[in-house]
């Protein structure tokens, strides 16, 4: 081989190696770009709270303290997550803060003034717009902002123009919007003062039809077979629509939620085809074998849903009713109003959670077991089987949140 050329292998050689090393390099930095998989919020015994990321549920170990710092008291829970970005109504305050996370920080990117208002509910309705249900501030009356997300600017706000409240109830509560074309469902129910410390709800559901973007009236329906639907989804989801296009969502009168214990705790449809709760339908799970209050329900997949119930008999009120494992989880067949079995799961603590995740036939169920320790479950829907995958340690006491944060 003659100088000339060993010299241009020489040079192709160490050009073939740059490009290499370029290539890789660019892909491990666009890699450590992108977000993870999952994200979850936890707290620790203090009430600090943390938010970690990771790409596996299935097994490992993390330690909050090791991997994160404690999040500012104006981020909470209550923290919506979405496409590698979190949005918080901050505490204290009526702006909406976008939050991206960068070396296991939350970075604020963007703030959004909101004036007068106060979180309830929310819905995506798009890609990059997210609709705010919730309460001014001032006169408790139902408003809304309709927000595109990647710009973070206000597209739409006002009222809605749902009922007010009236007479003893001073307040009220938006558990559900459900959007179908161009109208929404919005369910809620009103509440009188508080007296002596005691928090009650009225016996009565109330579901607006409005029309969309307008937010006018189209109808109303009352509803007493029990109280307060759905809750508030910023902190934990009790409704869904399945693949036929049918919603349901679960009422709360529990002593946590609605403070209406007289009242059951029951799963209510409204159908693809009708504008109104289906009168013929009503899974009443607190006089099942279940027998108790439930704060959660989560749709697996074909006509199958979990739900977390309370169990009465292990805590004394509500004092201690966060802080004492009594929660199981139960698999439904919403469609027959059968309850399909327990979940052979430790007795799970914190009252209201957003315990669980679906990936194809894998629930995800966040437990905090007082004797088995912080473990994300991984239930198989195909082969009934449970089992330990990822453990939480260290300084977390409850995992209260578990998201899919990349798309």
Request: contains cysteine.
């Amino acid at each position: 081989m003659n100088k000339a050329i060993a010299s241009q292998l020489k040079m192709m050689i160490v050009f073939g190696l740059g490009l290499l090393c370029f290539n890789a390099c660019k892909n491990a930095s666009s890699s450590s770009d992108q977000p993870k998989k999952y994200s979850l919020h936890l707290i620790d015994m203090e009430g600090k709270e943390y938010v970690v990321t990771t790409d596996d549920l299935d097994g490992g170990l993390i330690k909050p303290e090791k991997v994160s710092e404690s999040l500012p008291d104006t981020v909470s829970r209550n923290i919506i997550v979405k496409d590698g970005y979190y949005y918080s109504l901050q505490r204290k305050s009526d702006i909406l803060t976008k939050y991206a996370l960068k070396n296991e920080k939350l970075q604020p990117v963007a703030h959004l003034k909101l004036d007068d208002y106060s979180e309830e509910n929310f819905i995506w309705i798009g890609k990059d717009t997210l609709l705010l249900s919730g309460l001014n501030n001032a006169s408790n009356i139902a408003k809304y902002y309709l927000i595109n997300t990647r710009k973070m600017q206000v597209l739409a706000h006002g009222l809605l123009d749902i009922e007010k409240p009236k007479g003893k109830f001073i307040s009220a509560s938006i558990g559900f919007v459900d959007k179908r074309k161009d109208t929404l469902f919005v369910g809620y129910t009103f509440h009188p003062p508080m007296k002596d410390g005691n928090y009650t709800t009225s016996d009565t559901m109330y579901i607006s039809r409005l029309k969309y973007p307008e937010m006018k009236s189209l109808g109303l329906q009352k509803e007493v077979r029990s109280t307060y639907p759905a809750g508030v989804n910023t902190v934990q989801h009790n409704e869904f629509t399945d693949e036929h296009g049918d919603f349901y969502f679960m009422s709360c009168p529990g002593i946590a939620m609605g403070n209406r214990t007289d009242l059951p705790t029951a799963i209510f449809r409204i159908k693809a085809n009708s504008n109104v709760v289906d009168s013929n339908y009503l899974f009443n799970l607190s006089s099942s074998k279940i027998a108790n209050h439930a704060y959660g329900l989560w749709y697996i997949g074909q006509g199958r849903a979990i739900v977390r119930s309370e169990r009465k008999d292990l805590y004394k009120g509500l004092a201690d009713h966060y802080s004492t494992p009594h929660f199981e989880f139960y698999l439904l067949d919403i469609v027959t109003q059968q309850i399909i079995k327990k979940l052979n799961l430790p007795l799970d603590k914190g009252t209201r959670k957003e315990a669980v995740l679906v990936k194809g036939n894998t629930v995800y169920i966040a437990i905090n077991s007082a004797t088995e320790g912080n473990y994300i479950w991984n239930y198989n829907v195909k082969t009934g089987k449970l089992a330990k995958g990822l453990q939480i340690g260290g300084v977390a006491a409850f995992i209260v949140r578990l998201d899919r944060l990349a798309p």
